[in-house]
């Protein structure tokens, strides 16, 4: 059996980068509690490896006066202008370990929206990060999710209209809802903000799947890159499995001589892949 492990699969720069702010704060400040804003990462076994070590999650801003005070870490998606201010007027320190990347798309929305512009925020509303963007637009922003959704919206003729991505949201779909939005003639600026990392990543996918028997998808159940990830495996390669560990691993998915492709999603770390790996080696 042959298995190839995509050179993108994995942490990006941005999530090692907070999961990795959590572990050396934890190491400064052994005796200090420490928090994060939102799970730091999708990945179940380095959240509990971090509460195993007493990293406690928080929810909402309610919660964080009942709290001893200490150190408060916000992830890689970022919060709102308003989230951000009350963890920094709570008396908790607060390290900031949002992503350059989404921090760049802040400002870009900070700035244009006082400027007048109208924002469109090309993302899932749901998400975490689609929220913190849109909590930093000075005026409200739209979050479009669809062409179809594009095709229905009507900004203010008035108004400039800038749009931004969500950093993990699938290019082909960003540039046909900006087209959507151009053909209305609207006096529009698109900025992709797509981050390279997960472009690298789906591309990549997309390559590997389609000269492979079999393709492994790893990640968790809630991280929408892994999900993204998933499809594009899926359009190349029928065989394709969404998995969180090796142990979700049915023999019977697998066949001698058979080609295998493995990619993980942002959150999945480097041992989990490996053990993926050695799996369908043996
Ligand atoms: Fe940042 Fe890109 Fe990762 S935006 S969090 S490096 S996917």
């Known amino acids: 059996?042959?298995?190839?492990?995509?050179?993108?699969?994995?942490?990006?720069?941005?999530?090692?980068?907070?999961?990795?702010?959590?572990?050396?704060?934890?190491n400064v400040h052994p005796d200090v509690p420490i928090y994060?804003?939102?799970p730091i990462i999708h990945n179940e076994e380095v959240l509990a490896d971090l509460e195993r070590r007493g990293v406690k999650t928080i929810e909402s801003l309610d919660e964080i006066?009942?709290?001893?005070?200490?150190?408060?870490?916000?992830?890689?998606?970022?919060?709102?202008?308003?989230?951000f201010e009350h963890l920094d007027q709570s008396g908790m320190r607060v390290i900031d370990a949002t992503c350059p990347f989404v921090k760049k798309i802040?400002?870009?929305?900070?700035?244009?929206?006082?400027?007048?512009?109208?924002?469109?925020?090309?993302?899932?509303?749901?998400?975490?990060?689609?929220q913190g963007i849109v909590g930093w637009s000075k005026t409200?922003?739209?979050?479009?999710?669809?062409?179809?959704?594009?095709?229905?919206?009507?900004?203010?003729?008035?108004?400039?209209?800038?749009?931004?991505?969500?950093t993990t949201f699938n290019y082909k779909k960003f540039k046909d809802v900006v087209e959507k939005i151009s053909e209305k003639s609207y006096d529009s600026t698109a900025v992709d903000t797509i981050?390279?990392?997960?472009?690298?990543?789906q591309r990549e996918a997309a390559e590997l799947s389609a000269q492979s028997d079999i393709m492994f998808v790893i990640g968790g159940k809630s991280s929408s890159n892994t999900q993204k990830l998933y499809e594009i495996c899926r359009q190349h390669c029928p065989h394709t499995h969404y998995i969180q560990t090796a142990e979700d691993i049915a023999d019977e998915w697998l066949w001698t001589d058979a080609s295998v492709g493995i990619t993980a999603g942002a959150s999945t770390p480097k041992n989990i892949i490996e053990e993926v790996q050695t799996k369908c080696q043996n």
Request: a neutral charge; proline letters at 4%.
């Open 1 to 26: 059996m042959k298995v190839t492990v995509a050179k993108t699969a994995g942490f990006c720069f941005g999530v090692k980068r907070a999961v990795e702010t959590v572990y050396e704060q934890l």
């Open 36 to 38: 994060t804003w939102g």
């Open 65 to 83: 006066g009942e709290l001893p005070k200490g150190i408060i870490i916000v992830r890689a998606h970022g919060v709102s202008r308003e989230v």
């Open 106 to 130: 802040h400002r870009i929305v900070e700035q244009k929206s006082g400027e007048g512009n109208q924002i469109i925020v090309v993302g899932s509303g749901a998400h975490p990060e689609v």
């Open 140 to 166: 409200p922003a739209k979050v479009i999710e669809s062409v179809e959704e594009a095709g229905k919206y009507y900004p203010d003729a008035e108004k400039t209209v800038c749009i931004v991505a969500q």
């Open 195 to 201: 981050c390279n990392a997960t472009y690298e990543r």
